[in-house]
């Protein structure tokens, strides 16, 4: 099992510019979640999915949206991107809501 | 408002004592506390749950305790090594949702050979 995978690992984008983030799971969970990561910062939740058609909020998801067309893809686009969005980006998934399995990231900066 | 906070930024300790990390919380009622390690550059690893109605968990050379009433977890590695330096996250579960999890900021342990 290749677990939660992520792409691209690194991007630059200018102010304006849009985006997909990818991430794909073959571990067959329903749950599955957008965080970012800022220096010295907690992990905050952008977006998660309970299910293949079913996305809702987290606790910051301005600028972001997603889609959960299948049970393996959650990708999380960022439209008219803002320097307030340079992060590191991470999905992950879980079985129930209890353990979490989480990508490598994705490092992306806004100029 | 409701905080997370972890005890240290970073915690710098001798090999072989046992490290001792430290998660406080205010103002929420956790349904379940989990502990994740995260390297440099890498995603969290998930380590321990413990739920609010156990009051240890351990797992090799892991302990996690968990005070709901001093709203307070503690994450113990003994006999520490070099290789178990990393960042340790405390992260929260407040109720039935899957949007509940809130995560602390880490703290970041240095074991000294």
């Known amino acids: 099992n290749a677990g939660v995978t992520q792409t691209p690992k690194f991007r630059i984008l200018k102010i304006g510019q849009s985006m997909t983030l990818q991430c794909t799971q073959d571990m067959n969970h329903n749950y599955m979640y957008w965080y970012r990561q800022d220096p010295g910062m907690g992990l905050k939740l952008i977006y998660y999915?309970?299910?293949?058609?079913?996305?809702d909020k987290g606790e910051v998801p301005n600028g972001y949206n997603v889609s959960r067309s299948t049970t393996e893809d959650f990708p999380l686009r960022l439209e008219l991107a803002a320097p307030s969005q340079t992060s590191v980006y991470f999905c992950?998934?879980?079985?129930?809501?209890?353990?979490?399995?989480f990508g490598p990231g994705t490092r992306l900066t806004v100029t | 408002s409701q905080k997370i906070e972890q005890n240290s930024e970073a915690l710098n300790i001798q090999e072989g004592k046992t490290a001792t990390l430290t998660c406080n919380y205010t103002?929420?009622?956790?349904?379940?506390l989990q502990w994740y390690r995260q390297d440099p550059g890498r995603g969290p690893v998930f380590l321990l749950l413990?739920?609010?109605?156990?009051k240890e968990k351990r797992k090799e050379r892991l302990k996690v305790t968990f005070d709901t009433t001093l709203k307070q977890s503690l994450f113990h590695i003994t006999a520490s090594q070099p290789a178990d330096s990393a960042t340790y996250l405390c992260a929260l579960a407040l109720g039935a949702g899957a949007n509940n999890l809130f995560f602390g900021t880490g703290t970041r342990l240095t074991v000294i050979p």
């Open positions: 999915s309970v299910g293949a058609g079913i996305t």
């Open positions: 992950a998934s879980s079985y129930v809501r209890d353990e979490q399995y």
């Open positions: 103002n929420y009622s956790p349904a379940y």
């Open positions: 413990i739920r609010e109605n156990e």
